[in-house]
């Protein structure tokens, strides 16, 4: 096993393990799984949503749902294959209910998340919805920039993770789009702003 499948395989076992998460023990009580990514190890892209729903935690994978069906959709209409990117989330285990991640959530499950990136080290993440958007400016210089993601998609910004340079590009979630035809289009807009740097 290469070094980055192993890493990211120890993620998923501490993750299987978690203590102290409300939301890990009721993954172990409804048997279902928690949702740590998939993907390529060598993405140029790391896609970054919130939590898992319903169909992640009985699959184990990430954007399996209707949101996933329309990032699939996205990532079809600029011709990136889904699977030479990374899919993960901020919160690895589903919320009851679908409902957003909180806080001390976010704390526990985060750094997870900071270890993936470091292991995959993408050229560009996006994220998918504010919470993963906050997380990632805060987290990567981006604090002063921090505006509502109505002024923030599709923007480009250079972060700054430990490991080098990072574009980063804040996208609305593809679930807030379902029944909303105009955020679709600004999806797909936005879809090709990626495109285009990771042409560059
Ligand atoms: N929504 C998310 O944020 N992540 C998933 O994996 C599925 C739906």
Redesign the pocket.
């Known amino acids: 096993m290469d070094q980055k499948t192993e890493a990211l395989k120890h993620i998923k076992e501490e993750v299987i393990a978690l203590k102290g998460s409300a939301l890990a023990d009721e993954r172990r009580e409804n048997k279902t799984f928690p ?1 740590i990514g998939e993907g390529s190890h060598d993405a140029d892209i790391m896609f970054i ?5 319903e ?2 935690a009985k699959t184990g994978r ?4 209707r ?2 069906q329309f990032l699939n959709e996205l990532l079809d209409s600029v011709g990136i294959p889904r699977d030479t990117v990374y ?1 993960t ?1 901020i919160v690895k285990d589903r919320p009851p209910k679908n409902r957003d991640p909180l806080p001390d959530e976010i704390e526990l499950y985060a750094p997870f998340l900071d270890r993936q990136i470091e292991i995959i080290k993408p050229k560009v993440i996006a994220t ?2 504010r919470f993963s958007m906050i997380y990632i400016m805060n987290r990567y210089g981006l604090s002063l920039e921090v505006e509502p993601i109505s002024a923030l998609h599709g923007k480009v910004f250079d972060a700054e993770p430990p490991y080098g340079k990072v574009k980063f590009v804040p996208l609305f ?1 593809p ?1 807030a789009a379902i029944y909303n035809q105009a955020l679709k289009e600004t999806l797909k807009e936005d879809f090709k702003v990626l495109k285009t740097i990771i042409d560059k």
């Open positions: 949702v949503g919130e939590a898992p729903g169909n992640e990430p954007f399996v749902g949101a996933g899919i989330n998918l919805g979630h679930a």
